[in-house]
């Protein structure tokens, strides 16, 4: 009998008959591993269960522990919800289904559900659950799949076909529910143990808004019902936190119709606090060694034709201005204006590095359905900088990036990071040894920040490698803020050099870098990272001053007045309310102080200190409260 063998992960090598499943591997392996087990990776791709294994290779297998196997999980908690569904709506049509984080959903071609709809789908899911039916998947030519669909009236799934290149495609079916799909799944629907619809919402077909309104139901799936409570905690809690709600409760920002969709009206307090974070970020950049500069929001087509955004990015491009008989585009990027500042004169390799910042605006086209809150607008300020450099000065330059980039991110309150290292995709521009000195520069700056990374082989742009850092909230969730990216392309489109040491022009090495991002974008994650209470040195209104009767405004003014003087952003609150009252707004206004001010603070000279956490400090003098809330601005606790 024919066997083959089986390498795991701590390398033992396990040898099984020729033509097994992965699943009888796992049984062999152990009666725990197989009841846990989701899915397997064969080597490196992920795969069912049920998948036979004719030769020796790589199996790692995935159970709901790893990303691998929650995404495998709730992929499939998608399908049991729309079989559930067609069984309650039998004329819905069925889209697409992703797993998400924390999650999954699944468009639908139906009338819109209700609250109490969302309860049916949940107890029809479980009995769908309770039957147990078994993923069966059935790999076929795209042609034959088309008459397997439309016998079903499923269009959606015929245009999904349309738009497959390869000759064969899988589909699954569990029950009387068929769907076109890659997989892997879990088994059986019986793997499957707690499931949650949470919500639904409107989204366009492919997300563009001139394609029909689809219903979107959103669910959630748990091995426990311990997991199930701590995630819906967690979900009132961001919702407690998001930056929508509480960037009207602090009157931070808005968004409004009559300015269009994707476009933000900063606030004072709001354009107060931004202020404050870009005059940190420019006081930073002095200090390491930048210049700033400043560029327009348009430029001629000519510009975006060497660029090469006009081939590449026409769609994310607002349409052209016809000025003086020619066509300017409003910028989506800052880089081409970076070059012409670089190329407005010839430099010599004593210049370099050369470090061009600038907190720049652009636009760019973002659908309807995928505009939200800050998070994703049409008008942002991106923190940009692009680097020219000597080849023998980059893997320097890369160290000095990451370690300013997170010194930067720590100052703000992040100290959890997850970091992504994307290498040489298969298609690539520039020299193959640029590329190999490029990514060991950032593999070596990871390596001496001691940041542990993913590497993700092939994920890089045409143009270069880089380095991805995400930043995690309060909450535990990753947001994508940094960027350190190498640039092949642009040099060699625009011609950019430097006169060596020999006399002769050379090519710079170019590299872009975004530490928060968009300011929008970060804004909006540090928002909902401290729940709207800013750390002192960021808070708009950093104290308020309370009086408890009028007859105590006299010296409210004075403390006010000194704290003024100190540089303290400081209000007073006089009004003839109750001072419960004043306190409960000025903590659901998140300011860091109140100083109450009463009969014995006006005879003692003293102030009540309370916090916007609830905490009574009780009574001291000025002088005190004023040495205390200085050093924390200062040390920026």
Not at 94 to 99: D, R, Y
Not at 295 to 308: D, F, K, Q, V, Y
Not at 574 to 581: A, F, I, M, Q
């Amino acid at each position: 009998m024919a066997v083959v063998k089986i390498t795991l992960p701590d390398g033992s090598v396990k040898e099984v008959a020729q033509g097994s499943t992965a699943l009888a591997v796992a049984q062999s392996i152990g009666q725990r591993l197989a009841k846990d087990a989701l899915a397997v990776r064969l080597n490196g791709v992920l795969r069912d269960l049920s998948t036979p294994i004719t030769e020796d290779a790589t199996a790692t297998f995935c159970t709901f522990d790893s990303p691998d196997g929650k995404e495998v999980y709730r992929h499939s908690a998608a399908h049991v919800m729309a079989q559930a569904v067609q069984r309650l709506r039998p004329g819905a049509k069925v889209t697409i289904g992703p797993a998400i984080d924390d999650g999954f959903y699944y468009d639908f071609d139906t009338e819109p559900f209700t609250p109490d709809d969302l309860v049916k789908i949940e107890e029809e899911m479980r009995r769908i659950i309770e039957a147990d039916y078994s993923y069966s998947r059935e790999d076929v030519s795209r042609e034959s799949a088309y008459p397997v669909f439309d016998a079903m009236n499923e269009p959606y799934k015929r245009e999904i076909l349309d738009g497959i290149e390869d000759a064969t495609v899988s589909i699954y079916r569990q029950g009387e529910f068929t769907d076109l799909c890659r997989g892997p799944h879990v088994p059986s629907t019986g793997r499957l143990r707690i499931v949650k619809l949470l919500n639904t919402s409107g989204a366009y077909w492919r997300g563009d808004e001139e394609n029909t309104q689809l219903q979107r139901i959103y669910g959630t799936a748990w091995e426990t019902q311990a997991q199930l409570d701590d995630y819906l905690k967690r979900l009132e809690e961001a919702e407690r936190r998001d930056h929508r709600r509480l960037g009207k409760q602090l009157d931070l920002y808005s968004t409004q119709p009559d300015l269009g969709g994707g476009l933000v009206l900063w606030h004072p307090k709001g354009a107060f606090v931004r202020h404050l974070i870009e005059e940190f970020w420019k006081s930073r950049h002095l200090e390491g060694g930048y210049d700033f500069v400043y560029s327009p929001h348009i430029g001629r087509a000519h510009l975006w034709e060497t660029s090469g955004h006009l081939d590449f990015y026409a769609d994310s491009m607002y349409s052209p201005m016809d000025i003086d008989g020619q066509d300017y585009y409003l910028k989506p990027m800052n880089c081409p204006f970076h070059i012409l500042i670089y190329k407005s004169r010839l430099h010599s390799y004593r210049e370099l590095p050369m470090r061009l910042a600038e907190l720049g605006t652009v636009y760019r086209y973002e659908r309807a359905g995928t505009l939200h809150g800050l998070n994703r607008v049409r008008s942002f300020t991106q923190d940009d900088a692009h680097i020219f450099c000597r080849p023998e000065q980059m893997p320097e330059e890369i160290s000095r990036t990451l370690g300013f980039c997170l010194d930067l991110l720590r100052a703000f309150g992040f100290t959890e990071f997850e970091t992504y290292l994307s290498t040489r995709p298969e298609k690539s521009v520039g020299d193959p040894t640029q590329w190999t000195s490029a990514e060991a520069a950032l593999r070596g700056a990871l390596d001496r920040a001691g940041l542990p990374y993913e590497v993700d082989d092939g994920g890089g742009a045409f143009y270069g490698p880089k380095i991805d850092l995400k930043i995690r909230d309060a909450l535990g969730r990753s947001w994508q803020c940094s960027t350190i990216q190498f640039d092949f392309n642009l040099p060699e489109r625009f011609d950019v050099t430097y006169v060596g040491e020999d006399g002769r022009e050379h090519r710079p090495y170019m590299i872009h870098r975004a530490l928060l991002g968009s300011v929008e974008r970060f804004f909006a994650v540090f928002v909902e990272h401290y729940g709207g209470a800013f750390p002192v040195w960021l808070a708009p209104t950093q104290a308020v001053v309370l009086t408890i009767t009028a007859d105590h405004d006299a010296y409210a003014t004075e403390v006010q007045n000194a704290l003024k003087a100190a540089g303290i952003r400081v209000e007073g609150d006089y009004r003839n309310e109750k001072l419960g009252l004043k306190v409960r707004e000025a903590q659901l206004a998140k300011i860091p102080y109140m100083l109450v001010i009463g009969n014995r603070e006006v005879e003692e000279r003293t102030v009540s200190v309370r916090t916007r956490s609830g905490e009574n400090r009780g009574g001291t003098n000025l002088e005190s409260f004023l040495e205390s809330i200085q050093e924390e601005i200062r040390s920026k606790r």
